[in-house]
């Protein structure tokens, strides 16, 4: 905003707002930090509550379905770091679940993969 308080604009991008300002000067999440694979859904039947801002509310309705914490950064067009602080907001209010990546110990074993794919071309 500049001194009469109207926001600055610039004509092709549009309103500039500065990442502090999103995240309220913060920058890490509250809790646990978010892997950038981790994938964010909405809980269900969660509602907004007063004093979200637009873009928390634009990330709670990207997360109705599944997506990973970089994809929802690209797809919101805001940076990974402002989008982890604002997912940990939606977190802190039980509005989102998160779940972390698959380590390399839960991931089938190449054998049982094999068997599978030779299974599926049997059918």
């Not at 309220?24 to 269900?44: E, K, L, Q």
């Not at 634009?58 to 997912?87: F, H, K, T």
């Amino acid at each position: 905003m500049n001194d009469s308080g109207e926001r600055w604009l610039d004509q092709e991008a549009g309103p500039i707002v500065r990442p502090y300002t999103l995240t309220r000067g913060r920058t890490r999440p509250s809790g646990p930090a978010f892997d950038m694979v981790a994938v964010v859904r909405i809980v269900p039947g969660a509602r907004p509550r007063p004093g979200l801002t637009p873009e928390h509310l634009r990330i709670l309705r990207m997360c109705a379905q599944p997506m990973s914490v970089v994809d929802l950064a690209s797809e919101s067009g805001l940076s990974l770091n402002v989008v982890r602080i604002l997912l940990g907001d939606l977190r802190d209010q039980k509005l989102v679940t998160v779940r972390p990546p698959a380590t390399v110990s839960q991931l089938p074993e190449e054998r049982l993969l094999r068997e599978v794919i030779q299974g599926l071309k049997a059918l």
